[in-house]
């Protein structure tokens, strides 16, 4: 809004009539250089007929950080999928004058949060009793469209050009909203008519929504329940759009809006994903198997098991814990019936437990191999959480095996992932014989974390997307971290950031499992099993005192030293 509902209003005229009980509603074009239109009278033409196919949502506070979107006009069903499914919004802000709902329909349909706010052009500000009329409106507006008594409703308020009558007039419409039983907060803009300190002693506002617009804005001592940041009118998913974030206020209240739980059902297209209640189906503690180790594999038979059909799965995904492990290793999923991977899915350290989500493809008579790798042995636990269907995937959305193929090692590189980010190419790359399609929509990754040098996090998104507030792996120092993130592709590019505050990369490698840094602190990652001759440099270790503060273990930026490969940490 601010600015940008404006900018949009010229495109789409919606005239409001001003009488209370009988407001018509007109979408009709006009010429740039047209003047604003003035309130339309009640025998005005209709536009066209409102149906709303929305079901009934459900009074939800919305959890701080959710990331929304608003937009003055209609927005398709289309480019909602696109912002909800693809890019992780989950809020949309509907204008409540928009005509024929649609942009209502398609988020709830989507299963999006919806909260509504009311807009107007600076004509609608000449008299106070336009408030308690348009009030109204809103309310009796947001019941027919089932939006939830309790939930709020914003007044757009800006560009009142000077009005003295704007207190009275945002006063009315407040008690005719809270009359109607919905909750009023106020959408502060440029113009807005009042001051701070009217706004801060306003009564009947259960919250307010700040503008990405600076100038001539007050800023309300409350703070905001939700907050637009720049750039405005931002093109994306074949409409344009704001951002918003949602907040917690100085006061502790909460963005109330309105939620539409979706069903579950099962996928029916080739490479639809069925999620199931998670079913355990291998411990190795309990169930007489014992540990694994590099010696001992486990083949665990995974369809007609936890509600894994008996045909038609192509792979699927499981929680597989690591726990009790003796020695450093790894522990990698696999294909029954293929080659032992030369990537794996968990790092191991003596003494901790480890989990990752694993997505594997079915091999032999719909099963998978655990083997570890290492001295040691270590019990595995693996609970199934849902399967893919087998099939040539044509659906938009369907999920397509490929050959585990490593796209990003800063190791080799020697560019550690910094505050700034890594542009990290996915789509058009080569895996196995084949090729990622440059028409995906998101990728499957196992991302893992190695020799922090501090407490922080990774996070992985899509580069035409800011970063989200959301993380995708925690990590610390000297302990590899492994996830396995789901995230948006832009078909081109995706972006790892970390948010540590050194970014040097920080890695030496010891020939033995006693062997520690020179600073003498705890051992190191396990050292992986060796690659071929030439694949990696020998030289000499840095001698002890020569690099690390007392800060940090293993400091020697660009070091070459004798080391083995990196550890195996690609997707299964």
Not at 136 to 155: D, N, Q
Not at 310 to 330: D, E, F, Q, R
């Amino acid at each position: 809004m601010g600015s940008s509902f404006l900018v949009r209003s010229r495109a789409l005229r919606v005239l409001i009539a001003a009488s209370l009980g009988a407001a018509a509603l007109v979408a009709v074009p006009a010429a740039a250089s047209a003047a604003p239109a003035a309130p339309i009278t009640p025998s005005a033409a209709a536009g066209p007929a409102a149906v709303v196919t929305a079901p009934a949502g459900v009074r939800t506070t919305i959890t701080p950080g959710l990331k929304g979107f608003d937009n003055g006009g209609v927005v398709s069903a289309g480019s909602i999928n696109c912002l909800s499914r693809l890019n992780g919004y989950s809020l949309a802000m509907v204008n409540v004058n928009e005509t024929t709902y649609a942009t209502y329909n398609n988020a709830a349909a989507a299963g999006m949060n919806i909260v509504l706010f009311q807009g107007y052009y600076p004509d609608y500000w000449a008299s106070a009793k336009y408030g308690a009329s348009q009030g109204s409106k809103a309310a009796k507006t947001a019941a027919s469209l089932g939006y939830p008594k309790g939930a709020m409703i914003f007044l757009n308020l800006e560009a009142t050009s000077g009005s003295k009558v704007v207190l009275a007039w945002v006063q009315n419409w407040i008690a005719a909203v809270r009359a109607g039983g919905y909750l009023a907060g106020i959408y502060v803009g440029i113009d807005p008519g009042l001051t701070k300190a009217q706004l801060d002693t306003l009564g009947g506002v259960s919250g307010f929504w700040k503008s990405a617009s600076t100038s001539g804005v007050p800023v309300v001592a409350r703070g905001y329940v939700l907050q637009q940041p720049t750039p405005l009118d931002i093109p994306f998913c074949n409409t344009k759009i704001d951002n918003n974030f949602a907040r917690t206020d100085n006061n502790g209240a909460q963005l109330i809006g309105a939620a539409f739980p979706k069903t579950v059902s099962k996928g029916t297209a080739s490479g639809a994903f069925v999620p199931l209640t998670p079913a355990r189906l291998l411990d190795t503690r309990t169930g007489g198997t014992g540990p694994v180790s590099a010696r001992k594999s486990v083949t665990l038979q995974v369809t007609g098991r936890g509600g894994v059909p008996g045909t038609g799965v192509s792979a699927v995904v499981m929680n597989v814990t690591a726990t009790a492990p003796t020695a450093k290793g790894y522990v990698s999923v696999y294909p029954t019936g293929r080659s032992v991977p030369t990537v794996s899915n968990l790092n191991l350290v003596p003494g901790q437990t480890v989990p990752n989500l694993v997505t594997v493809q079915l091999g032999t008579n719909g099963r998978v191999t655990i083997v570890a790798g290492g001295a040691g042995t270590v019990q595995v636990i693996a609970d199934v959480a849902g399967y893919y269907l087998s099939g040539a995937a044509s659906e938009p959305g369907t999920f397509v095996s490929l050959t585990p193929t490593r796209l990003l090692d800063t190791r080799n590189t020697g560019t550690a992932v910094k505050n700034s980010g890594t542009t990290v190419q996915v789509a058009g790359q080569p895996v196995g014989s084949s090729r990622i399609p440059p028409t995906i929509s998101a990728a499957v990754l196992n991302l893992t974390a190695v020799g922090p040098t501090q407490r922080g996090y990774l996070t992985a998104y899509a580069t035409t997307n800011g970063a989200p507030l959301s993380r995708t792996s925690t990590s610390w120092p000297a302990r590899p971290c492994r996830t396995w993130p789901r995230f948006p592709s832009t078909r081109t590019r995706d972006h790892c950031r970390s948010t540590t505050a050194r970014s040097e990369p920080r890695i030496c490698w010891p020939t033995s499992p006693a062997t520690t840094c020179p600073d003498r602190r705890r051992p190191l990652a396990p050292t992986p099993p060796p690659r071929p001759p030439g694949s990696w440099t020998p030289g000499p270790m840095p001698p002890p005192g020569s690099g690390p503060t007392a800060r940090s273990r293993c400091k020697w930026p660009g070091w070459r030293g004798s080391r083995p490969p990196p550890p195996r940490s690609s997707s299964t």
